[in-house]
T-cell receptor
């Protein structure tokens, strides 16, 4: 069956450390993989997109890797700050007109 | 530039009652999406519109859910009758074209008693 799994446990880290979130999938062939941030009571906000032929993408303190052999994406936030505390969602796009399939999200808490 | 607007933000109804949610996408965005998000889960697509045409409604429970996007701008999602299991957040998103970045509204939180 098709499945997308993110770290089920909430991630608690100290300010200044690097947060690493995992997204694993089975039985999908995504053309793109996207990461979103969601704050309580708000809709998801797009952060980064990585294509199937890209290994790594960076944007400021964010880095995403995509391994289609392992069927895994890693999302890194370097020099984390309390303001980075939120739920992070990965989403697969199989290139079917923008139909996104979301993981369940990982809650990140950055302590000062 | 205004983002995606949704109303109401919260709605409490009794089961078997009807309910409607409204979405105004970002100006110029042709593609509009309705998602359902249960607590602790990611959003799940209910329906996608290209202009006024519903191009993917395979996940919409058509026995009780309906949607429309008249004139290819605003959209309404309706549930009739609502069931307890419909309690969730209903998110609307839009993108300039299909496959481009999606911008989400704040969602409507529905509680069915």
């Amino acid at each position: 069956s098709q499945k997308i799994e993110q770290n089920s446990e909430a991630l608690n880290i100290q300010e200044g450390k690097t947060a690493t979130l995992t997204c694993n999938y089975t039985n999908y062939s995504p053309a793109y993989l996207q990461w979103y941030r969601q704050d309580p009571g708000r809709g998801p906000v797009f952060l980064l997109l990585i294509r199937e032929n890209e290994k790594e993408k960076r944007k400021e303190r964010l880095k995403v890797t995509f391994d289609t052999t392992l069927k895994q994406s890693l999302f890194h936030i370097t020099a984390s700050q309390p303001a980075d505390s939120a739920t992070y969602l990965c989403a697969l796009d199989q290139g079917q007109g923008g139909k996104l399939i979301f993981g369940q999200g990982t809650e990140l808490s950055v302590k000062p | 530039e205004a983002g995606v607007v949704q109303s109401p933000r919260y709605k409490i109804i009794e089961k078997k009652q009807p309910v409607a949610f409204w979405c105004n996408p970002i100006s110029g965005h042709n593609t509009l999406y309705w998602y359902l998000q249960n607590l602790g889960q990611g959003p799940e697509l209910l329906i996608r519109y290209e202009n006024e045409e519903a191009v993917d409604d395979s996940q919409l429970p058509k026995d009780r859910f309906s949607a429309e996007r008249l004139k290819g701008v605003d959209s309404t999602l309706k549930i009739q009758p609502a069931e307890l299991g419909d309690s969730a957040v209903y998110l609307c998103a839009s993108s300039p074209q299909a496959g481009e970045t999606q911008y989400f509204g704040p969602g409507t939180r529905l509680l069915v008693l």
